[in-house]
């Protein structure tokens, strides 16, 4: 069984960083892509980065791009999301996810595996 488990939410002020970390185990982990996620209070979830299963591949949202950086350690089956220049609109539950797939995908339905969650709130 798949098993993913954030951590490195917090609080922090507009303009800080943050780095969120995901622990995955239940599988070959340097076979898949994975992903971050984000649910906004009041909105739906949505994509936030994924990379490819060799962390060749990357791809962002566009609200993201720039100021995230996603990248993995395979040796480690570990999946981390820096977040720089975080603005208050960045204040949501972020998710660590993974696919079916070795390639990056984008879509929320794409996704089979889900961890809980860590909060990250940026305050103005």
């Known amino acids: 069984q798949v098993q993913l488990v954030e951590s490195g939410g917090g609080l922090v002020q507009a303009g800080g960083s943050l780095r969120l970390s995901c622990a995955a185990s239940g599988r070959t982990f340097s076979s898949y892509a994975m992903g971050w996620f984000r649910r906004a209070p009041g909105k739906e979830r949505e994509f936030v980065a994924a990379i490819s299963w060799a962390g060749g591949r990357t791809n962002y949202a566009g609200s993201v791009k720039g100021r995230f950086t996603i990248s993995r350690d395979n040796a480690k089956n570990m999946l981390y999301l820096q977040m720089n220049s975080l603005k208050p609109e960045d204040t949501a539950v972020y998710y660590c996810?993974?696919?079916?797939?070795?390639?990056?995908?984008?879509?929320?339905?794409?996704?089979?595996?889900w961890g809980q969650g860590t909060q990250v709130t940026v305050s103005s």
């Open positions: 996810a993974a696919p079916e797939s070795r390639y990056v995908v984008t879509m929320t339905s794409d996704y089979k595996y």
